[in-house]
């Protein structure tokens, strides 16, 4: 932490803001020039920089070190790989391998999420998406399957030897996903959802943690930040759009959030253009930007019939355009020294 003081403090009131540093903790060293009195502060316990800036004669204080730790880059330099799946059918997110999740918004039928499973197969893709459990903006929005919608999805992927992302709502959930799926996915809505966050900790299954739609990148890797204080050190980051004043998109796909992800931490990242810019047009030029920015993986909304679909079909791709997408994807991945998976 940095400490500058205002132009012509006294003497009195630099002395009294290093007392107050030293008694938290802080090793303080001064620097006296021409007009300010600079301090700098080193180690000392976590705190509230408005406490210090509040005190008399200082101009400004300036945070030097995140207040994330386990998740910043400094904590493993050479990035994370996160194994998803068990020997035998396992991939890794953070390597080479640019990993593709994609299916349906939302697991409809047991015949739907068979069939979204086999263009899945056929298109090379190894992680099926479906949500079972929904977190609807409106009470008289389909809800979901529920733990049957689960069940049929954890049984299709097992048909074509896929493995499961989905979101879980709740901590009381944890047993029922760890039995039936690969990833536990946290929405959005609930990327501070603290006491969740705190469960999943306790857990070893990795975890797709997206962004929540008002979520600054600190917070975002505070939120990563309490899953790993419990030891779960398995996160993947999921970049899904943030709210801004444009509306001609469903949200803002924040593109630049992956390489600013990349810089301060060593998380996988991945993004979601679909939620991204909720229009099915927007996806595959927002896919393509997102692997050239270096995304360690893709989650995207596919649906065989999206006119029928009980939730997103306007952002869901159909089975063509995906096709299409990831032939263009595996032209861009290694322009980036990436492969596709
Ligand atoms: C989803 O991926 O199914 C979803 C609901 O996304 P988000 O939490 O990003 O809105
Ligand atoms: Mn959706």
């Known amino acids: 932490m ?5 132009e012509g403090a ?10 107050r540093l030293i ?10 020039g021409a007009s300010h009195t600079v301090l700098g502060a080193v180690g000392g316990a976590e705190v509230d920089p408005r406490d210090i800036e509040l005190l008399e004669g200082v101009r400004e204080v300036v945070k030097i070190s995140a207040s994330y730790k386990l998740a910043s880059r400094a904590f493993r330099p050479d990035g994370t790989i996160v194994k998803v799946g068990a020997p035998g059918n ?28 086999g263009i899945m197969k056929e298109n090379g893709i190894r992680v099926l998406r479906g949500g079972a459990f ?4 409106s009470p008289y929005s389909f809800q979901g399957m529920g733990e049957e919608g689960l069940k049929v999805l954890r049984k299709a992927a097992d048909k074509y030897g896929l493995l499961v992302v989905s979101e879980i709502m709740n901590h009381t959930q944890i047993p029922l996903f760890c039995e039936q799926v690969d990833i536990l996915q946290v929405g959005a809505r609930n990327m501070q959802n603290f006491d969740l ?3 999943l900790a306790k857990v070893r299954k990795p975890v797709l943690l997206k962004r929540g739609p008002s979520a600054t990148i600190e917070e975002w890797l505070l939120s990563a930040e309490y899953i790993m204080t419990g030891g779960n050190h398995n996160v993947m980051l999921c970049e899904r759009g943030i709210r801004t004043f444009e509306n001609y998109t469903r949200n803002t796909l924040d593109i630049s959030a992956i390489p600013v992800i990349k810089k301060l931490s060593h998380l996988p990242v991945l993004a979601d253009p679909s ?11 927002m896919a393509r930007a997102a692997v050239a920015a270096g995304a360690d993986g893709l989650l995207i909304e596919v649906h065989h019939s999206p006119e029928t679909a009980l939730c997103d079909g306007a952002q869901s791709l159909y089975p063509a355009q995906f096709r299409e997408l990831m032939s263009q994807l595996e032209m861009i991945a ?8």
């Not at 940095?2 to 205002?6: H, I, N, R, Y």
């Not at 929904?134 to 903006?137: D, E, F, I, S, V």
């Open 23 to 32: 008694q938290i903790g802080f090793d303080v060293h001064r620097s006296t």
């Open 134 to 137: 929904k977190p609807r903006t």
């Open 2 to 6: 940095v400490v500058v003081m205002q």
């Open 275 to 285: 939620h991204g810019t909720g229009r099915r047009d927007k996806v595959p030029p």
């Open 334 to 341: 290694p322009a980036v020294q990436r492969s596709m998976k």
């Open 90 to 117: 396992q991939i890794e997110v953070g390597g080479r391998d640019v990993v593709m999740m994609a299916g349906p918004c939302t697991v409809e039928s047991a015949e739907q999420i068979m069939t979204i499973a």
């Open 197 to 199: 966050l705190k469960e």
């Open 10 to 19: 006294s003497e009195e009131q630099v002395q009294n803001v290093i007392d």
